[in-house]
């Protein structure tokens, strides 16, 4: 196997098994074997072939050409072996709701998974509580009661606990909620959002209020701006990149199984919608191992893709799973996630600039294909195993729809680890550098991109002198000499202007089931106007849900990125 010096401390550090003194007992070729068996023993229920199947789940896994969310690869044959990244549990409003959940959060969380919440639901401050007669403390007192938890959880767990924390833009106590984070040692272990309605952004269109709504009474308890809470969410987002937006109707028009309940929270990085207690597992097809210059190798992908969905349904019936009420929920809808990494190194193998019409389009030619195949192969499974249990009544409960295995088949993930693993571009975010920083045995290295350092010696522009400034600035911009095409082929997330950054996102949800894992990267000089842009933007292009990050900005957490050790 050819793994990089990143991806094999990544493993050594976190994934590969170990006994009880902690002692490393396998090699990552050792630890594919063992997911691909885990994952392939499910077949035998279905009459699938076991021997077959392990072996082409193992040969995917180990080409690097295909890898399943991080609490796969690191759980899978384990006692409790919880296998699915995404949760989403229900926060109502009573003291036994709240912290049962907590618990069910603490069980998640120990499992590796991340879980979303809506905190909507909640009374607002200063709200009567009957039985004590006293006043509630409201949403963010229990959100901040949920980070403390999560802080202690987290030491013993095998990744970092994340958390996504959602209130609705019509809670009463939504300014309190936006200002949190400006703080940064609050809700360090949360990314926020707000659930923003189509009746706020029409207030914001229209330079008009909106009313705000006690959500146990029902009530309408008065009326703000839609400009006034705007500017206070941009303010904060632009300080500290929280809180994001997710487009709550929106996600919900694109609910497969209404009947069941609506949608108010996402997973932790926004990529997955998820009804209470629903799960699902996420993998990702590495594009970089597809370029077939001028194209893609659509025979190979298209074969991979329906392994992988494969791979992906059998996953949920390996699943040990924290709760039976998970279980039954994730077992009812099947939803997984099939998306992309290596986007931006396709791009550059290609020579297309990410920023280009061309790459828009291929992206929405990759996506569509990768959606179409990932859904027959979702038919096809349907054909042997049935449609997902919960089929009666969904979307696809119609003349002329497919009768799936999967209530969701897509889902771009922000591929934080799985990226380093597959030693490719994260999900499909642009270069964030040229260069960065490698530390190995207490030494700090800088390494060169290496789609770049070839790409420089076939276009004949590279030198020692170039490559020594690239070391230290990151970006060909501003260097001169340098051709301008290789200028644009090679900008980085901070040069791509916002318009480039979202084009790209709408391009993959236009064919996505789910959402798509995407950070709008700002340049440090970015102003609050900016971010204001990029807001309104997002919702015109018709996207879930939107992130921003200004370079330099305060963040009290990195959890839309992972760290390396
Ligand atoms: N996630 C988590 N903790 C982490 C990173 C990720 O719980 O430290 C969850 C979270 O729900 C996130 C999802 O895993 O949305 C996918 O994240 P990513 O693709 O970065 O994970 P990877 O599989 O690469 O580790």
């Known amino acids: 196997m050819e793994l990089s010096q990143n991806a094999l401390k990544v493993l050594e550090a976190r994934y590969l098994l170990r006994d009880e003194e902690g002692r490393v007992i396998e090699t990552p070729e050792q630890m594919f074997a063992r997911l691909a068996r885990v994952v392939a023993a499910t077949e035998a229920a ?35 072996g919880q296998l699915a990244a995404c949760f989403v549990l229900p926060v109502e409003d009573s003291m036994q709701s709240i912290f049962d959940t907590l618990k069910n959060a603490a069980l998640i969380l120990q499992s590796g998974g ?45 990744r970092r606990g994340a958390n996504m924390g959602i209130l609705r833009v019509d809670h009463p106590d939504i300014l309190e ?21 189509d009746a706020f952004m029409e207030a914001l269109r229209t330079g008009g209020d909106y009313p705000l709504v006690n959500p146990r ?25 929280d809180p994001g937006l997710i487009f709550i109707d929106r996600i919900n028009r694109a609910n497969p199984t209404p009947l069941l309940g609506s949608f108010e929270s996402t997973n932790p990085c926004g990529e997955q919608p998820l009804l209470p207690y629903e799960a699902c597992v996420l993998g990702s097809l590495n594009l970089s191992r597809y370029a077939l210059p001028p194209g893609l190798d659509w025979a190979a992908l298209g074969r991979d893709v329906a392994t992988a969905v494969r791979f992906l349904d059998d996953t949920i019936d390996a699943n040990h799973y924290p709760l039976p009420a998970i279980e039954a929920m994730h077992k009812g809808n099947r939803k997984i996630g099939l998306g992309v990494m290596g986007w931006a ?54 003349e002329g729809m497919p009768r799936v295995r999967n209530a969701t088949t897509t889902t771009i993930a922000p591929t ?41 010696r076939k276009g004949g522009f590279y030198s020692e002198r170039l490559m020594a400034q690239v070391l230290r600035r990151g970006t060909l911009a501003g260097i001169p ?11 980085t997330a901070l040069e791509i202007p916002v318009e480039g950054h979202l084009e790209m996102q709408a391009a993959f949800q236009e064919y996505t089931d789910n959402a798509v894992s995407k950070t709008v990267n700002l340049p440090e000089s970015a102003t609050e106007a900016d971010v204001a842009r990029t807001y309104l933007l997002a919702y015109e292009k018709g996207v879930k849900g939107v992130t921003v990050f200004r370079y330099g900005a305060k963040k009290g957490t990195l959890l839309r990125f992972e760290d390396i050790d």
């Open 345 to 398: 190194d396709l791009l550059i193998l290609l020579g297309l600039p990410y920023n280009d019409p061309r790459s828009f389009a291929l992206a929405r030619q990759t996506m569509r294909f990768v959606r179409d195949r990932a859904r027959a192969a979702s038919v096809g499974l349907a054909e042997k195993r049935g449609v997902f249990p919960n089929f009666i009544g969904s979307i696809y409960d119609a």
């Open 46 to 80: 279905y009459g699938g072939e076991v021997p077959l199947w392990e072996r082409r789940f193992h040969e995917l896994l180990g080409s690097l050409k295909f890898l399943p969310n991080s609490p796969a690869i690191m759980n899978a044959g384990k006692a409790e």
């Open 114 to 158: 991340g879980t979303g919440f809506s905190f909507s639901q909640l009374r607002p401050k200063a709200d009567p509580v009957r039985s004590t007669g006293g006043i509630a403390s409201g949403p963010v007192s229990f959100m901040k009661i949920y980070n403390t938890a999560t802080d202690v959880i987290k030491q013993g767990g095998a």
């Open 416 to 456: 934080g680890t799985l990226a380093t693993i597959a030693d490719c571009s994260s999900g499909i975010e642009p270069l964030f550098s040229l260069a960065y920083q490698r530390r190995v045995l207490e030494m700090e290295f800088t390494e060169i991109n290496r789609h770049f350092l070839d790409s420089a």
């Open 177 to 197: 909620f936006i200002r949190v984070k400006r703080d940064a040692v609050e809700l360090a272990n949360f990314n926020i959002s707000v659930a923003v309605t």
């Open 217 to 241: 009474s029902h009530k309408t308890v008065g009326s703000i701006a839609a400009a006034e809470v705007f500017a206070e969410i941009v303010a904060s987002a632009w300080s500290t990149g």
């Open 481 to 491: 000499g340098v051709p301008p095409d290789a200028v644009r082929l090679f900008q």
